[in-house]
């Protein structure tokens, strides 16, 4: 079974607009960490966002935001007020492992394009 | 601009050949791991160096191997190149012990193409 699904492989937005990109994983561990980077054209995976499993508040960073629904393993990113310099892949992963060891699932991703 | 480096950038091997991919860890950080993303996919874990050891590895054959240097610098080698292999690599950095938000920071990669 897949760790992380993302099901949408592409988005458009409206500039200005707020969009919700989808993820849902699994998991029979108690503690893990949830994820969400995006990657543009260069290739370079840049971290956005972070919500731990014991996290009962949905975890925020400026424009990003994280709805984590735990009993439906879904971890969702919403990007409010979109930009065009948001145009890229975006990624969610899970992070499992214990002590020294972390292993990071990732989803196919989703390619969000914010039109003007 | 996470502080991870990694060279070279672009390279083109034939298949069969061997190759060498570098990765300079961010300042402080002490655990490694590398990351293979063909194209269309997302990243799929290879292996984790911590202390200059693996200590985890994900499904990926023997030919694939790596170092990780007592400055915590790293190396991943591919043996007998297949076309398959042809991807972007990516190397990832961490603090080992750190345990809320225990992101990984990744450099630019290393985009290989085997002919």
């Known amino acids: 079974a897949q760790k992380i699904t993302q099901t949408q492989p592409g988005m458009f937005v409206q500039e200005k607009e707020a969009v919700t990109l989808d993820c849902t994983y699994d998991?029979?561990?108690?503690?893990?960490?949830l994820f969400w980077y995006k990657q543009p054209s260069s290739g370079e995976m840049i971290f956005l966002i972070y919500q731990g499993s014991y996290d009962e508040q949905n975890a925020t960073e400026g424009r990003y935001s994280l709805n984590f629904q735990k009993a439906r393993k879904s971890a969702n990113l919403v990007i409010s007020a979109s930009q065009l310099g948001d145009s890229a892949m975006y990624f969610c992963?899970?992070?499992?492992?214990?002590?020294?060891?972390?292993?990071?699932?990732f989803g196919s991703g989703t390619k969000l394009n914010v039109k003007p | 601009e996470t502080g991870v480096t990694q060279s070279p950038t672009h390279l083109i091997k034939t298949r069969g050949q061997q190759v060498t991919l570098r990765c300079s860890s961010q300042?402080?950080?002490?655990?490694v791991s590398w990351y293979q993303q063909a194209l269309g996919q997302g990243p799929q874990f290879i292996f984790q160096?911590?202390?200059?050891?693996?200590?985890g590895r994900g499904n990926f054959p023997p030919r694939f191997s790596g170092l990780q240097f007592p400055n915590y610098s790293s190396e991943l080698n591919v043996n007998a190149l297949e076309l398959d292999d042809s991807a972007l690599y990516l190397c990832?950095?961490?603090?080992?012990?750190?345990?809320?938000?225990?992101?990984?920071?990744f450099g630019e990669g290393s985009w290989l193409t085997v002919v």
């Open positions: 160096y911590y202390r200059e050891e693996e200590n």
């Open positions: 998991t029979s561990d108690q503690s893990y960490g």
């Open positions: 990832a950095s961490s603090r080992a012990g750190q345990v809320s938000g225990n992101t990984i920071y």
């Open positions: 992963a899970m992070r499992e492992g214990q002590g020294n060891f972390n292993k990071f699932y």
């Open positions: 300042s402080g950080h002490n655990t």
